[in-house]
């Protein structure tokens, strides 16, 4: 019995250090449409190319990833760069204007 009891409180304990990413994407997913309202989406294929490039290289590096992630080219002027959560991964289009090298926008987008 005792060790039975040991088995569960282990298994309660281990299942407790698990994160549940549900939330995460949900509030990411919200968040997506505010910013595609708010700021909106720029479509430019070869920026865009560029930054899906260079965030599949960056995933690539993860052992474990917990979100489908996704890079988004943002319609603004300011050099700026920003993540919510859920692996919604945002960059303007003012940062891509800028001469960056890919290993610079990679750590950028990294960060």
């Given at each position: ?36 309202q708010q700021m909106g989406i720029y479509t430019?294929e070869a920026l865009d190319t560029l930054l ?47 001469p960056l090298s890919e290993d610079e926008l ?6």
């Amino acid at each position: 019995m005792k060790k039975l009891l040991l088995v569960v409180f282990l298994l309660f304990h281990i299942m407790s250090w698990s994160q549940d990413v549900s939330k995460d994407i949900a509030m990411g997913k919200e968040g997506l449409a505010m910013v595609e309202q708010q700021m909106g989406i720029y479509t430019f294929e070869a920026l865009d190319t560029l930054l899906q490039r260079i965030g599949q290289n960056l995933v690539a590096q993860i052992e474990k990833p917990l979100f489908p992630y996704e890079f988004h080219l943002v319609d603004s002027p300011e050099p700026n760069a920003f993540a919510l959560p859920g692996g919604k991964i945002f960059v303007t289009r003012g940062l891509l204007i800028l001469p960056l090298s890919e290993d610079e926008l990679a750590g950028v987008i990294g960060h």
